[in-house]
């Protein structure tokens, strides 16, 4: 099993610009989800999804899109790419109410975006 | 929304020493876990809980729901375990969670 496999791992964007951040896991996870990183302020939940065609807002959803067409793949959408989502960007699955190894959640190795 | 403090935010300690870090939350949740990082970024999943205590090898998680406060120990600190560990919360109900802003531990040789 590969895991959560997240796309790209760098990028950098100018002001304005749209991409998507892909994430695919092949462990049957019912449950996705989209975090940011940034110093001093931890880990924040963007967006997450309980399974295919379900989705719901996080802590942090503003200026990012998500769906889950399949189980396997939930891509995080930047419409118009703005300085303030220079950030990290991870993705990350889990089993309802499963142990998956000594902990719940798989995540991906991140993207770290720049946005000029 | 749940409210999750952890300390402390830094701590460096000699190789062999035995590490706590502690973790409290303000309102009820279904799981806590604890995660860590290393210095590449990578978030490695240690441990869920709901009650009680896990181990896995030289890491033991504590978790007391009344109080709401979880803890977790080192015993026989190495330089390979130098990280950021950081705890988050599942709100009841839902699979939302909540993150702590991690403690950064420097363990010296």
């Known amino acids: 099993n590969a895991g959560v496999t997240q796309t790209p791992k760098f990028q950098v964007l100018k002001t304005g610009q749209s991409m998507t951040l892909q994430c695919a896991q092949d462990?049957?996870?019912?449950?996705m989800s989209w975090y940011r990183q940034d110093p001093g302020m931890g880990l924040r939940l963007i967006h997450y999804?309980?399974?295919?065609?379900?989705?719901d807002q996080g802590e942090v959803p503003n200026g990012y899109n998500v769906s889950r067409s399949t189980t396997e793949d939930f891509p995080l959408r930047l419409l118009s790419a703005a300085p303030s989502q220079t950030s990290v960007y991870f993705c990350?699955?889990?089993?309802?109410?499963?142990?998956?190894?000594?902990?719940?959640?798989?995540f991906g190795s991140g993207t770290r975006l720049t946005v000029v | 929304k749940n409210e999750v403090e952890q300390s402390p935010q830094n701590l460096t300690a000699q190789e062999g020493e035995f590490i706590t870090i502690n973790c409290s939350y303000s309102v009820g949740i279904s799981a806590l876990h604890w995660l860590q990082q290393h210095p590449g970024g990578g978030i490695v999943s240690l441990f869920m809980l709901s009650s009680g205590k896990k181990k896995h090898g030289r890491l033991i998680a504590t978790i007391n729901i009344q109080e709401k406060h979880s803890s977790l120990h080192i015993t026989a600190s190495h330089p390979r375990d130098s990280a950021v560990y950081i705890c988050?919360?599942?709100?009841?109900?839902?699979?939302?969670?909540?993150f702590g802003t991690g403690t950064r531990l420097t363990i010296i040789p």
């Open positions: 999804s309980v399974g295919a065609g379900i989705t």
């Open positions: 990350a699955s889990r089993r309802f109410m499963e142990v998956y190894g000594p902990g719940g959640y798989t």
């Open positions: 462990m049957n996870h019912e449950y």
């Open positions: 988050a919360v599942n709100e009841r109900g839902n699979e939302k969670l909540t």
